[in-house]
């Protein structure tokens, strides 16, 4: 099976070429091989032991997946994004991530405060396109992947439902 890893804008490659229990034997992208241990010695802590070399490892969810982890060792820390080979193909069929419509909904009833969006802006995700306003508190709805604004179904001072359509977003055009 191969890995691939990206960190701070680095990719890297890895196949592993036999695995027994906590022990493997891997090739790197260069060609090279080696063999690797690596044990859980509590929590996110780990022993890793690679080529006779030890190194204590702390590995930990960055954004609540299995892709997306901080990742301490010998004093330095990284953000590292690891996908496998199923992965990787499986998101190439699916395409770019954020290239798709999405329909972003009223999580609550309410009165919207404010659509600071209109027909053609480009949102990017995590992006506001609606303020909403329910039992006295201000509540940002965001867009999740993000694109081009190609519906407004809502105004200031509309009262929406909960599951409500606000916007209408649509793949940003390829160019």
């Given at each position: 099976?191969?890995?691939?890893?990206?960190?701070?804008?680095?990719?890297?490659?890895?196949?592993?070429?036999?695995?027994?229990?906590?022990?493997?034997?891997?090739?790197?992208?260069?060609?090279?091989?080696?063999?690797?241990?690596?044990?859980?010695?509590?929590?996110?802590?780990?022993?890793?032991?690679?080529?006779?070399?030890?190194?204590?490892?702390?590995?930990?969810?960055?954004?609540?997946?299995?892709?997306?982890?901080?990742?301490a060792i010998a004093g330095e820390s990284f953000r590292v994004s690891v996908?496998?080979?199923?992965?990787?193909?499986?998101?190439?069929?699916?395409?770019?991530?954020?290239?798709?419509?999405?329909?972003?909904?009223?999580?609550?009833?309410?009165?919207?405060?404010?659509?600071?969006?209109?027909?053609?802006?480009?949102?990017?995700?995590?992006q506001p396109v609606a303020v909403l306003e329910a039992m006295k508190m201000?509540?940002?709805?965001?867009?999740?992947?993000?694109?081009?604004?190609?519906?407004?179904?809502?105004?200031?001072?509309?009262?929406?439902?909960?599951?409500?359509?606000?916007?209408?977003?649509?793949?940003?055009?390829?160019?």
């Amino acid at each position: 099976m191969r890995y691939f890893l990206a960190s701070d804008g680095r990719d890297f490659e890895i196949e592993v070429l036999s695995a027994d229990g906590d022990h493997c034997r891997l090739r790197l992208a260069d060609g090279r091989e080696c063999e690797a241990s690596f044990r859980a010695v509590d929590g996110s802590q780990h022993a890793l032991l690679v080529d006779g070399r030890a190194y204590a490892v702390s590995i930990e969810p960055e954004s609540g997946t299995d892709q997306d982890l901080r990742v301490a060792i010998a004093g330095e820390s990284f953000r590292v994004s690891v996908e496998d080979e199923r992965e990787r193909a499986a998101s190439a069929l699916a395409g770019p991530a954020g290239a798709r419509p999405e329909v972003v909904k009223a999580a609550m009833p309410g009165v919207l405060v404010a659509v600071p969006v209109a027909v053609g802006d480009r949102i990017e995700a995590g992006q506001p396109v609606a303020v909403l306003e329910a039992m006295k508190m201000q509540n940002e709805v965001v867009s999740e992947h993000g694109g081009v604004v190609a519906e407004v179904l809502a105004a200031a001072g509309d009262t929406v439902d909960a599951g409500q359509a606000l916007v209408r977003l649509e793949p940003p055009a390829e160019g």
